[in-house]
């Protein structure tokens, strides 16, 4: 049986299940106890050729035989994690005769998880759904604590809300077949949680020739030690308005400008917050906050994660600044999470823009000049 933790959000708690063949272990019980007659996985369609066998055959066995299920699917890309995808996504399951007693399944990355909920959220009222990781990052991160939603054109997820899911079911066997690059992608949120809370993860990092793990590397220790911190966390601050859910998204103030400026191509998100967070190092450092030097471990720690970026990037810390401050135009307040000392992260406004720009400028000449 895998190991079990429960995320408690207000009323709502729920289980993230994590191990290799959790869905076979966990799906079909689940399934008794939901009890849906209709359950709609909604994914991509490269997912469900690879693994939607395995995921039918673990559904079906815990359905009546009366059960049904029927797939969503829509293209890979943060650029379909739009309201109109959402929208034929209502299509789809009214057609489909999908009523409020359903279960909509969310089986794919951050973006599917995200359109996935807002779908299961709003479709008459809200319905009842799963979160099925199948990417580091989602694992680790997004598929916990009930942030739904989608992005405009002006901004990523500016319509979303939150609904939290039945459960959290990771399967780490799907990991196998990850692109490396988007397991790199996957281990720069698993080092902010080092930095922010856990120097095992960090001494672990830190001990992986050529700074990632090898090829039969188990994740699921590490993976359920990550989201044993995101639970936690979404637990002190639900709704993200106590400044306890906000400190993770260190490296994110950078990260987000950097994504923007480089019309989110070129840097995946785990890369553009792994150089955020290499940014904030120096930020701390420099701008004396910092009791204890912070810039050469980040470094150490996430330079090796950033080897598939493309160099050069061809964009300014001048331009970079501008995305920030487009931001700040937008009501949002330009705030930084930075590290104190190891693990005692805090939240700071207002910094010189000139001590920003120069983190920035030092950050993208590491970035060029490493591996
Ligand atoms: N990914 C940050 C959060 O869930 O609050």
């Known amino acids: 049986m895998p190991a079990e933790l429960m995320v408690r959000a207000g009323e709502k708690e729920y289980p993230v299940l994590v191990g290799k063949g959790t869905y076979e272990e966990a799906v079909p019980g689940i399934m008794r106890r939901l009890k849906p007659a209709c359950v ?8 469900q050729e690879m693994h939607g066998g395995a995921l039918e055959k ?3 066995e815990g359905l ?3 059960g049904r299920i029927i797939w969503f699917t829509f293209p890979e890309g943060e650029e379909n994690k739009t309201l109109v995808t959402v929208m034929a996504g209502y299509r789809f399951l009214l057609e489909k005769g999908f009523t409020r007693e ?6 794919g990355g951050g973006v599917v998880g995200d359109l996935a909920g807002f779908l299961a959220a709003t479709y008459m009222r809200g319905v009842r759904y799963l979160q099925l990781p199948t990417t580091l990052m989602s694992m680790v991160d997004s598929s916990i604590g009930g942030k739904t939603g989608v992005d405009l054109p002006e901004g990523k997820n500016i319509v979303g809300c939150f609904h939290h899911p039945e459960a959290v079911i990771a399967d780490v066997s799907v990991l196998a077949t ?3 690059r988007e397991v790199l992608n996957g281990l720069a949120e698993v080092a902010k949680y080092g930095f922010l809370y856990d120097p095992e993860i960090l001494r672990e990092m830190e001990g992986w020739p050529e700074g990632r793990p ?3 590397y188990d994740f699921a220790p590490l993976v359920r030690r990550c989201a044993a911190h995101k639970a936690r966390v979404v637990g002190e601050d639900e709704r993200d308005l106590r400044g306890i859910r906000a400190l993770l998204n260190y490296g994110h103030t950078f990260g987000h400008a950097l994504e923007a400026a480089l019309g989110y191509r070129m840097l995946r998100h785990g890369e553009a917050v792994a150089l955020g967070m290499i940014m904030a190092s120096r930020l701390a450092e420099w701008s004396g906050l910092a009791r204890t030097p912070l810039v050469e471990r980040h470094l150490r720690v996430l330079l090796p994660l950033l080897r598939e970026v493309p160099r050069p990037l061809n964009i300014s810390s001048r331009e970079i600044l501008r995305f920030m401050e487009a931001d700040k135009k937008k009501g949002q307040a330009l705030r930084f999470v930075l590290l104190k000392d190891w693990q005692s992260p805090v939240l700071v406004e207002s910094l010189a823009s000139d001590l920003v720009e120069e983190a920035v400028q030092e950050s993208l000449r590491d970035l060029s ?3």
Do not use: K, Q, R
């Open 40 to 47: 709609s996985v909604v994914s991509h369609p490269a997912l």
């Open 58 to 60: 673990a559904i079906i």
């Open 64 to 66: 009546p035989s009366s």
């Open 102 to 107: 359903d279960l909509v399944l969310a089986f």
């Open 178 to 180: 990850l692109p490396g």
């Open 214 to 216: 090898g090829g039969e």
């Open 369 to 371: 000049e490493g591996e």
